[in-house]
């Protein structure tokens, strides 16, 4: 039955981190996968989960079925976290939200479901974007093609060349815009770049499909929702990805969430009964742990408000690593490298090339991924200066 079936090759960033645990070099540093370490170089787990985490075992519950569209306060409050509490969508009744196996199964819903509703739409995605885009998109059905965005010898976006190819599609096309902290670049938009796609993305008659997988890691909760705010205004139905892997470190819990803004109450309801067959036909419903950590956070002030603090501290220590990169790098002879603490959350475009990271990893065993990406969220006072000095000494020769 399988005899035919052909080897698949390994994922590109996993087997990358099963390089590095092979490698004995006691100087090595992972900065290929994104995630998030804290100052010892741990993964955090952060406090208000702890307490959560304690509230929730101090009174065990029996673990039914969620509802298929997940747990409806974990929902609300997710709604508010994207839209805004005071959001008049929210009144109206206009957004579908479900709760989703992280940031990857929120994709996978809206990408199920918009190959139910336009079915010969294309999909269009940054050039570069996170490898799952083209993977994911591609297995729902879709045909995916590219828009410009990464300007590699202006160091930022190319925002002419995003507009000139988003103007350039058919009306339908989905669009997936990363809502903040591009991965793999970490150059995002200025608002005024933001309003001019949303007036292509208004006038060409596109659906705009927003990914935030790190709201709070580029300037903090709110202002990093104003993004899909500016899109709320202006645009009737758009749909966003929320992923809480990294904003509450629950990687391996799977939280997430679908958001789809309707046009009215009653699109809503229509959209929300499709939404609910493409979960019940995938996996009927979703987890209940992850979720009700992410509930307990947000429900309660104080906790919330240390949630608040934590991220704040993720996201001013990423700031603080990649100045110490560049320090580290003019201290060791490279200057020009400033543009690292121009982008914003966890990776940085390094400017490497492909030969020079694969040196870095071969002869210092700093591991980054080959398009020159690498996580600044694993820097840490132990290893950032072998890391600038591994850099500098692969740029010099
Ligand atoms: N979108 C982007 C842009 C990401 O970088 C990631 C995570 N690397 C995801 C989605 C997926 O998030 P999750 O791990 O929650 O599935």
Known sequence: LFSRVEQAPPDAILGLTEQFKADTNPRKVNLGVGVYQDATGKLPLLRCVAAAEQRLAATPTAKGYLAIDGIPTYGREVKELVFGADSPLLEQGRVVTAQALGGTGALKLGADLMRQVTPDATVLISTPSWENHLALFTRAGFTVEKYRYYDAARKGVDVDGMIEDLRAAAPGTIVVL????????GYDLAPADWQRV??????????????????????????????????????P?????????????LYGERVGALSVVCSDAAEAARVLSQLKIVIRTNYSNPPTHGAALVETVLEDPELRAQWVAELGEMRDRIKAMRTKLVDGLAAAGVEGMGYITDQVGMFSFS????????????EYAVYGTDTGRICVAALNDDNVAYVSESIAAVLQG
Do not use: W
């Not at 990363?178 to 670049?185: G, Q």
């Open 198 to 235: 949303i007036d292509a993305v208004v006038e060409g008659g596109l659906t705009a499909f927003l990914d935030m997988a790190y709201q709070g890691f580029s300037q903090g909760i709110e202002e990093d929702g104003a993004v899909v705010r500016a899109f709320a205004e202006r645009v």
């Open 178 to 185: 990363h809502a903040c902290c591009h991965n793999p670049t």
């Open 237 to 249: 139905s758009f749909l966003v990805s929320t992923s809480f892997s990294k904003s509450f470190s």
């Open 351 to 362: 400017g490497l090339t492909k030969e020079q990271m694969q040196r870095l990893r071969a």
